[in-house]
């Protein structure tokens, strides 16, 4: 059971835009920590996609965008290609277990 | 180019101990917090433990509370995880990862590719 709480599977036509959701409390996003976006495709290390609720790194597609609000957060993947199928995890700071935490991971399947 | 590069990983057995190494180049170490992040077979990922750019502030995971020591030599540019009485459920692909600041509150923007640890008799 994760501290974050992912949708365990999201899916999408190419073209299409989705959504993952990223479910915290008061003592990790809704304390005002930042939340961030990891992709990992299969086999990979994870990659850094989102930092800071929204922003993205140098080389990551503005097809990537995240949000933040109270205690959840989101990441949307717009015009879905084929090379996004992987797996997506986010992390925040929890104030009461002293430590970073992440989501369960959401697999997304480009169909 | 920034790299971390993990070693120290294998086969050990329940109730033993290892420990794994993080070799650090291209970026300044010792103003960067660092992490280990762990990926036991087809699951998600756990972060285990973090510590600040001078030792100053650490944390660990619940799980390995009292069983694993994170420390780190600027002078060596390296990351240590110390893992003692190891149980089966730490079996896992073991990351490095490098944290955007010096203190822990933070995010991950490089990470290693990590080396494996399989706990079993």
């Known amino acids: 059971q994760s501290v974050l709480t992912q949708p365990p599977s999201v899916s999408g036509a190419p073209g299409q835009r989705v959504t993952i959701s990223c479910i915290g409390s008061?003592?990790?996003?809704?304390?005002?920590?930042?939340v961030h976006w990891y992709q990992q495709l299969p086999g990979i290390a994870p990659k850094l996609l989102i930092y800071g609720n929204n922003n993205r790194p140098s080389g990551v597609s503005d097809r990537f965008s995240g949000s933040k609000s109270g205690t959840s957060a989101s990441l949307a993947i717009s015009g879905l290609q084929a090379e996004d199928e992987a797996d997506y995890y986010c992390?925040?700071?929890?104030?009461?277990?002293?430590?970073?935490?992440f989501g369960g991971g959401t697999k997304l399947t480009v169909l | 180019e920034v790299q971390l590069v993990e070693s120290g990983g294998g086969l050990v057995q329940p109730g033993r101990s290892l420990r794994l190494s993080c070799a650090a180049s291209g970026f300044t170490f010792d103003d960067h917090a660092m992490h280990w992040v762990r990926q036991a077979p087809g699951k998600g990922l756990e972060w285990v433990s973090g510590?600040?750019?001078?030792?100053?502030?650490?944390d660990y995971a619940d799980s390995v509370k009292g069983r694993f020591t994170i420390s780190r030599d600027n002078a060596k540019n390296s990351l240590y995880l110390q893992m003692n009485s190891l149980r089966a459920e730490d079996t896992a692909l073991y990351y490095c990862a490098k944290d955007k600041v010096g203190g822990l509150a933070s995010y991950m923007d490089v990470w290693g590719k990590g080396t494996t640890v399989t706990v079993s008799s």
């Open positions: 510590i600040s750019w001078n030792s100053g502030s650490i």
């Open positions: 008061s003592s990790n996003i809704g304390a005002f920590y930042d």
């Open positions: 992390q925040s700071y929890d104030i009461s277990l002293s430590g970073s935490v």
